[in-house]
């Protein structure tokens, strides 16, 4: 029983270059959310998605990509990354149910330098 | 906007003290409210929820009451353990809107 599950664990990215951050689940939820956590702050969605070949942008989308070909994945990607995108990102799924209650991954730490 | 406040942390308690973190709201609609507690380390899990006026949520002794009149679902416990020391965020979701709306987290530490 994974849940979600999320990789890397930890990354480290010069400025400038590349990534994408991998995001998967196994309960056939419909709705899957890109999260990112600074220090000493809540989360702060930056997409979700409510079926695959549906997406949409959250509060802080500047910067990153995301696209869905399944129900299961949900990658973020970030280009050209810049300092202020170091942080921690969730990755998040939840079901067809009344209370939208949402289940969370162990989270990505990336360091840009 | 929707916002959630939480008091600000940490919050420095003896084991079987009791437990009380405010969170306050600020939503259009009639949002369901939920709990979620973060471990050193690890992604966010639910701990309660409540999804209308005067419903109380509770879960592992924890409690917390959904107060439409002062918009507000302070959690509580009685008697706290090391093991509760963690971050808790208060988060709302209204109807129609699936994305949560999170406070900034209150950190709890529970000294032996």
């Known amino acids: 029983n994974a849940g979600v599950t999320q990789t890397p664990k930890f990354r480290i990215l010069k400025i400038g270059q590349s990534m994408t951050l991998q995001c998967t689940q196994d309960?056939?939820?419909?709705?899957m959310y890109w999260y990112r956590q600074d220090p000493g702050m809540g989360l702060k969605l930056i997409y979700y998605?409510?079926?695959?070949?549906?997406?949409d942008k959250g509060e802080v989308p500047n910067g990153y990509n995301v696209s869905r070909s399944t129900t299961e994945d949900f990658p973020l990607r970030l280009e050209l990354a810049a300092p202020s995108q170091t942080s921690v990102y969730f990755c998040?799924?939840?079901?067809?149910?009344?209370?939208?209650?949402?289940?969370f991954g162990p989270g990505t730490r990336l360091t840009v330098t | 906007g929707n916002s959630v406040t939480q008091m600000e942390g940490p919050v420095t308690l003896s084991e079987e003290a009791f437990l009380t973190i405010n969170c306050t709201y600020t939503?259009?609609?009639?949002?369901?409210l939920f709990w979620y507690v973060q471990y050193p380390g690890e992604g966010l899990q639910l701990l309660l929820k409540a999804t209308k006026a005067d419903d109380k949520g509770s879960n592992k002794g924890f409690e917390a009451t959904y107060r439409k009149e002062t918009t507000s679902f302070h959690l509580e416990k009685g008697s706290v353990q090391v093991s509760d020391s963690a971050v808790y965020f208060c988060?709302?979701?209204?109807?129609?809107?699936?994305?949560?709306?999170f406070g900034s987290g209150t950190r709890l530490q529970v000294q032996p």
């Open positions: 939503a259009t609609g009639y949002p369901s």
């Open positions: 988060a709302l979701s209204e109807a129609g809107r699936r994305a949560l709306t």
């Open positions: 998605s409510v079926g695959a070949g549906i997406t």
């Open positions: 998040a799924s939840s079901g067809s149910t009344i209370t939208y209650e949402q289940y």
């Open positions: 309960m056939n939820h419909n709705y």
